[in-house]
């Protein structure tokens, strides 16, 4: 019998990449989508069955979880991969869109983990994936709302794998770097006269970085190892150039040292270490986990 993955947000990016990867290694995949218009996204792959959710609407997440569990019979992971990108000066952010960058990347992601865990709980097995950020393990500017959100999911999957031991579960985040995703085109923009000391800044930092990044299929593959990594104790994973670079920076340079170097990066400095440790673009970007 194959095993059954559970992926929200698949539409694009990495979740659509990440159905395309678990239905290609001969998983089940039951695969979210919020719109009606999406639902053929998968429609070439015999083996996914797509389903309308809203992380938003915590409210859904018990029947979706019943509803996930009879596609194929069980669940045996679970990839809370949904989220959205909040951008801009936290004092130009309106704490309407706090709060929901809070409801989409940590409320909904906690309201179907609490809906699936029963189910995986009583089989007494199963793995628990939650796509997390690089910039979860420091502070991003013009991020930070989104930042500070995936931090949470970092600690929140900490505590979880914990907790959830006892039963055979495991949790895992993964912390991809820079991604040519479509979060980047769907961006929920700070704006109004708050927004206009910090321009100049913005401009500066995100001109000082690439506009592109890593394919999706890398954080695919990551992903993937992560549910299938018979560790039981690994939870962090790491993916994409940056993402494997800075961990590496961190350790060479300790963590204070490393903050010195980014923060003179943010006000100017054109060349930070930890882009000298990056793999060039001809290396085969690999997880790297602590």
Same mark, same amino acid.
């Given at each position: 019998?194959?095993?059954?993955?559970?992926?929200?947000?698949?539409?694009?990016?990495?979740?659509?990449?990440?159905?395309?990867?678990?239905?290609?290694?001969?998983?089940?995949?039951?695969?979210?989508?919020?719109?009606?218009?999406?639902?053929?996204?998968?429609?070439?792959?015999?083996?996914?069955?797509?389903?309308?959710? =809203?992380? !938003?609407?915590? *409210?859904?997440?018990?029947? /979706?979880?019943?509803?996930?569990? +009879?596609?194929?019979?069980?669940?045996?992971?679970?990839?809370?991969?949904?989220?959205?990108?909040?951008?801009? $000066?936290?004092?130009?952010?309106?704490?309407?869109?706090?709060?929901?960058? /809070?409801?989409?990347?940590?409320?909904?992601?906690?309201?179907?983990?609490?809906?699936? #865990?029963?189910?995986?709980?009583?089989?007494?097995?199963?793995?628990?994936?939650? #796509?997390?950020?690089?910039?979860?393990?420091? *502070? @991003?500017?013009?991020?930070?709302? @989104?930042?500070?959100?995936?931090?949470?999911?970092?600690?929140?999957?900490?505590?979880?794998?914990?907790?959830?031991?006892? /039963?055979? #579960?495991?949790?895992?985040?993964?912390?991809?770097?820079?991604?040519?995703?479509?979060? /980047?085109?769907? #961006? =929920?923009?700070?704006?109004?006269?708050?927004? !206009?000391?910090?321009?100049?800044?913005?401009?500066?930092?995100?001109?000082?970085?690439?506009?592109?990044?890593? !394919?999706?299929?890398?954080?695919?593959?990551?992903?993937?190892?992560?549910?299938?990594?018979?560790? $039981?104790?690994?939870?962090? @994973?790491?993916?994409?150039?940056?993402?494997?670079?800075?961990?590496?920076?961190?350790?060479?340079?300790?963590?204070?040292? @490393?903050?010195?170097?980014?923060?003179?990066?943010?006000?100017?400095?054109?060349?930070?270490?930890?882009?000298?440790?990056?793999?060039?673009?001809? =290396?085969?970007?690999? +997880?790297? *986990?602590?």
């Amino acid at each position: 019998m194959s095993n059954t993955v559970v992926v929200t947000g698949t539409s694009t990016g990495m979740g659509k990449a990440t159905v395309a990867k678990f239905a290609a290694e001969g998983w089940n995949v039951v695969a979210t989508v919020r719109k009606d218009s999406d639902l053929q996204v998968h429609a070439d792959l015999p083996n996914v069955r797509t389903l309308l959710l =809203d992380v !938003d609407d915590e *409210g859904a997440a018990e029947s /979706f979880a019943r509803t996930a569990v +009879e596609q194929f019979g069980r669940v045996d992971a679970l990839v809370n991969n949904a989220g959205s990108y909040q951008m801009g $000066p936290v004092e130009a952010s309106s704490m309407e869109q706090i709060h929901q960058q /809070f409801q989409t990347n940590v409320f909904g992601l906690i309201a179907v983990t609490r809906a699936v #865990i029963p189910f995986l709980r009583e089989q007494r097995s199963g793995v628990i994936v939650n #796509i997390a950020s690089l910039t979860a393990e420091q *502070g @991003y500017p013009y991020s930070a709302v @989104y930042a500070a959100s995936k931090a949470a999911v970092v600690t929140l999957s900490e505590g979880l794998s914990l907790e959830l031991a006892q /039963f055979g #579960i495991s949790v895992r985040t993964v912390l991809p770097g820079q991604h040519a995703t479509r979060i /980047f085109t769907k #961006i =929920d923009m700070a704006e109004g006269e708050a927004l !206009d000391p910090y321009r100049a800044g913005i401009e500066e930092f995100f001109g000082n970085n690439a506009p592109t990044g890593s !394919d999706p299929s890398v954080t695919a593959d990551v992903i993937h190892q992560a549910v299938v990594d018979a560790d $039981p104790v690994k939870v962090h @994973y790491y993916s994409a150039p940056d993402s494997t670079a800075i961990p590496r920076a961190k350790q060479i340079l300790g963590k204070e040292g @490393y903050w010195r170097e980014f923060r003179e990066f943010v006000h100017g400095r054109p060349t930070p270490l930890w882009k000298t440790l990056t793999p060039s673009p001809g =290396d085969k970007p690999v +997880e790297w *986990g602590l």
